[in-house]
């Protein structure tokens, strides 16, 4: 089974500055899926950011980007330019190749990162 | 329009009461799922279902019962509330196996039901 580690419970950083999360997840899978979900005060999740395991290109979108190490099965999260709504619980999750029939098994969640932004 | 829909939104009661959640999403998805999230926020994979056919069921107790009247409706059903039911539940739909297309796996979350066990 896979499972998803994420070691920073909380993390803070000034508005306007860069932050990092750090997301690390253990598979015998050489193919899969990996996602950055936000979930702010209203509870709902939303998608940050996916990454495809065979594609070697860092996803990116606009003040998101991710640094997908998958040797090291490393997938941290780096936040541009922080913003007073990117405050929120952020968790990574990982999800097997649709294909494998890992489209029905869902996703797995880490335990998640609360970001605080200080103005 | 609102993607994945949940009802109600809150939900207190008594333990041993039963209740249900109902979830709707119009965005054509063959696959839905529920999932619970802890007072630790944890996030855990509780159903699967696709086209009206159950494919994941994480360990959850017999007391949970999922029911999918038609592949947009995926309605959760809990018999003898217990205090460690509190929780958020959330379900979501993919469009993974809709059509023949294996190959999309983004989930769509709906937006979360609390339920609170007294």
């Known amino acids: 089974a896979q499972t998803v580690t994420q070691s920073q419970p909380e993390m803070s950083v000034q508005e306007a500055e860069t932050v990092t999360l750090s997301c690390t997840y253990d598979?015998?899978?050489?193919?899969?899926?990996l996602f950055w979900y936000k979930q702010p005060p209203s509870r709902q999740m939303i998608l940050v950011i996916r990454?495809?395991?065979?594609?070697?290109q860092n996803a990116t979108e606009n003040r998101f980007s991710v640094n997908f190490q998958k040797a090291a099965k490393s997938f941290s999260l780096k936040i541009s330019d922080s913003q007073l709504g990117d405050a929120a619980m952020y968790f990574c999750?990982?999800?097997?190749?649709?294909?494998?029939?890992?489209?029905?098994?869902?996703?797995?969640f880490g335990k998640g990162t609360h970001l605080i932004i200080q103005p | 329009d609102t993607a994945v829909s949940q009802t109600p939104k809150y939900l207190v009661t008594q333990m041993g009461n039963d209740k249900s959640i109902k979830c709707e999403q119009n965005?054509?998805?063959?696959?839905m799922y529920w999932y619970k999230q802890d007072s630790k926020k944890f996030l855990k994979i509780m159903f699967s279902?696709?086209?009206?056919?159950?494919?994941i069921n994480e360990t959850v107790p017999n007391r949970f019962s999922p029911k999918s009247p038609d592949k947009a409706h995926l309605n959760l059903h809990i018999n003898s509330l217990e205090l460690g039911d509190s929780a958020v539940y959330f379900c979501?739909?993919?469009?993974?196996?809709?059509?023949?297309?294996?190959?999309?796996?983004?989930?769509?979350f709906g937006p979360g039901t609390r339920l609170t066990v007294l």
């Open positions: 979501a739909s993919s469009p993974w196996g809709t059509s023949g297309n294996i190959d999309r796996d983004e989930q769509f």
């Open positions: 598979t015998s899978e050489s193919d899969y899926y």
């Open positions: 990454q495809e395991a065979y594609k070697q």
């Open positions: 999750a990982y999800r097997s190749p649709p294909y494998s029939g890992g489209g029905a098994d869902g996703l797995t």
């Open positions: 965005l054509g998805h063959d696959t």
């Open positions: 279902y696709n086209n009206k056919e159950l494919i």
